[in-house]
Structures are given as structure tokens and as C-alpha cells.
């Protein structure tokens, strides 16, 4: 970088043979710190970096599904405690955890582009991997029914 007083190279900067500015010169105070503090700060300023990349990824992910809430999760794996059962009695080993996770499927499922049958159809593989029999499609599809008209 050149001094535009002087129409020289500033002392601070050389040009390197690949013509990148490299510094040659490092705060005193950077200096005056002990090594091992300065490898905890320049870990600390790496893994905040690494941080902030994932919150933005996060972010970015949760914007191409916008029913995918707390609010929403909580009320759908309701439904599904509830209402998902048409007997009352095959769904009564199953951990509220796992009606988290179907709910979180459910709701990435669910946009106004795909049919009711098709998250039916979703609602069968939960059931398949669960063990049991399937419901009827009627009672499935009444199920899909309510959760959009709970969702949106």
C-alpha cells in the first residue's frame, strides 16, 4: 500500500511475491500478552466464527420451512397424543419424544402445494415404523385436516 504523501511503499505493509499486503508489524500489546493467552483468544475468536456460521445456516434452514415454531411443534404432537389413536389403546408405549420428532416431519411435510394424501400417506410411515397396523385413510386424512386448519 502506497503512502500517498510520500508516493512510497508504507512501512507497515510489503508486498509480498504473490502481491498480497501482508502485515509486518503487530500491536505491542498483542505482543506483551503471554502465549498461552493468546492462543485462547485467537481459539475463542475461531470457534465464535464457526458460531456465528451455524446460527446463520440455522436460520437460513428454518426460513424455508415457516410453520416449523415451538408454538406449532407443541400443538401438533398434541394432536397427535390425542387424536392419532382412533382406538385409544395402540399408542400407549410411545415416548413423547417420538411425537416431537412426527410433529417436526409433519410440519417440514406440510405446505399448500402438497395434498392431504400425501401427509396421510406420512402418517402410515409413522405408524409402520412404530409397528402397527395402519388406520384407516379416512381417519388419517380428518387428522391432516385438522392439523392444517391448527397450523395456519
Known amino acids: ?3 500517498p504523501r510520500t ?8 508486498v509480498s511475491s504473490t502481491t498480497a499486503l501482508t502485515p509486518r508489524r503487530v500491536s505491542w ?3 506483551l500478552l503471554p502465549q498461552r493467552t493468546r492462543f485462547r483468544l485467537m ?11 451455524q ?29 392419532w389413536d382412533h382406538t385409544g389403546t ?8 417420538a411425537f416431537d420428532g412426527y410433529a417436526d416431519q409433519l410440519l417440514m411435510c406440510l405446505s399448500p402445494t402438497i395434498p392431504d394424501k400425501v401427509v396421510a ?15 384407516p385413510l379416512a381417519h388419517r386424512l380428518q387428522l391432516v385436516a385438522l392439523i392444517r386448519a391448527t397450523v395456519t
Open 29 to 31: 500489546l498483542w505482543l
Open 1 to 3: 500500500m502506497k503512502d
Open 55 to 83: 446460527k446463520r445456516a440455522h436460520r437460513q434452514w428454518l426460513a424455508r420451512f415457516p410453520l416449523l415454531t415451538r408454538r406449532n411443534r407443541r400443538r401438533v404432537a398434541r394432536i397427535l397424543r390425542t387424536r
Open 43 to 53: 481459539v475463542w475468536h475461531t470457534q465464535r466464527e464457526g458460531r456465528a456460521f
Open 121 to 135: 400417506q406420512r402418517l402410515s410411515d409413522f405408524e409402520e415404523e412404530l409397528g402397527l397396523r395402519d388406520s
Open 7 to 14: 508516493d512510497r511503499q508504507h512501512p507497515a505493509f510489503s
Open 90 to 97: 395402540r399408542l400407549l408405549g410411545v415416548p413423547s419424544d
